[in-house]
Every structure is written in C-alpha cells, then in structure tokens.
C-alpha cells in the first residue's frame, strides 16, 4: 500500500498492515485506487496544482508546433516564453487570429502570441522566420492514472489529505452510509478550498419568480 491508501484504511477503520478487504489483487483496492485516482484528477482540474515545465524548438516558417509527449493530460497552458529574448507570448483564441488577420499564416517575424489546438497542438503567429528560437511553455496537467503501490503520486502534499477523504466518501456512500459519505465530501471540500473559490453561491437559494413591477426598485441584498 501507498500512504494515501494506508491513510484511507486508517479512517474507515482497517490495519493497513494487515488488511482484511483491501489487499493486494483484490476488487476492494482495485476500487479504492479508481476513487483515489478520481481525486487526483478533479484536484488537478480545480486547482491546477500539478505543473510541468517543457522547452519545444521552433521550426522556421511553420505556424503550427506538436507539443512534447507529457505523462497524463494537458489542462492548459500557463506561461509560453521564446527564451531568446525572454518574450512572453500572449494567449489568444483561434478565432480571434482568424478575425485578426485571415491571412495569419503567412505572417512570419518574432513570435507574439499563441493558441492552443486541442490538447496536443500549439498555434504560433506570427510564424518564426528563423529555427533558432526556443519555447518554454509551463502547463498544468492532469496526472496519469496509477496502478501499483510502487508508482509515483501526483498530488501535492497539501492536497494528500483532500484526495484520502474523497475515497472515504465514495467508499461510506456505496454502503448507503449517507452520514458519514457527507462528512467525509466537507472535508475534502475544505481541503481543495472549494468553499472558499465560491463562498456566496452555497449561501443563496435559488428560485424563479415573475417581477411585474415597472416603478423603482429596491437594491438587492
């Protein structure tokens, strides 16, 4: 076991050292590896914890670059620098350069802005006229999924606890404890700083109503 899977066995009451349902090649971890994994990757998504730095060549005349192999998925990319001239290139929308200049990819000189094509595709424009130009992009990705007990976790530690407590309220509401499902998910809640991204949302009630009134109207609350 893992320490994140040690600490799950910890809180729903099981030895890790001596388990009696999660143990090796059992559907009991391979289950709980899947709601781990499952944390990872929404932790991942939210917040953008998990960053990965990658120095792609340009080529010259070529507006269009394949981003580097990278372990897990792209999110989004953060920063994108030509690190000749410590340049940093502003993030557009495709449609934006096409609204630009229709004619965008015959537009060579020094990068100034990018776009992201998918996931694995990066828009240059305008096209570098000379291939001695580096770029250093740095991304937020989603972790790959892991398997064994011996693979490398992708979480940061501050987040460990977060992803533990997402297991334990999958692991609480299969067994129709809805209690301590909804303890556990609060937890990994405050952990993540959910409550803290949307604090007015979780206070309001919403509802529908029909305002006929065409005099002044009082400030809402």
Known sequence: MNLLERHFCDEVGED????????????SLALLRGSLNDAIEEIAMITGSVKRT?????RANRGFHRLP???????????AWIMGNGRRLEQVGFNWLKGYNP??????????????????????HPSPSSA???????????????ETDTE?????DDFKWATVHYAVSEYYASRGDANSATKAIMKYIDRTGLAKLYP???????GQSTDKWNGPKEKAV
């Open 152 to 156: 490398r976790i992708q979480v940061r």
């Open 103 to 124: 004619r965008w990819l015959e537009n060579t000189g020094t990068p100034e802005r990018y776009c992201l094509i998918g996931t694995g595709v990066i828009g240059i």
């Open 200 to 206: 007015e949302t979780a206070d309001r009630q919403w």
């Open 69 to 79: 192999s990278i372990q897990g998925v792209l999110g989004w990319i953060t920063d």
């Open 132 to 146: 001695t130009d580096m770029l250093e992009i740095t991304a937020a990705i989603i972790p790959g999924r892991y």
């Open 16 to 27: 890790p050292d001596n388990p009696d349902v999660f143990i090796d090649g059992s559907e």
């Open 54 to 58: 990658y120095h792609l060549p340009l």
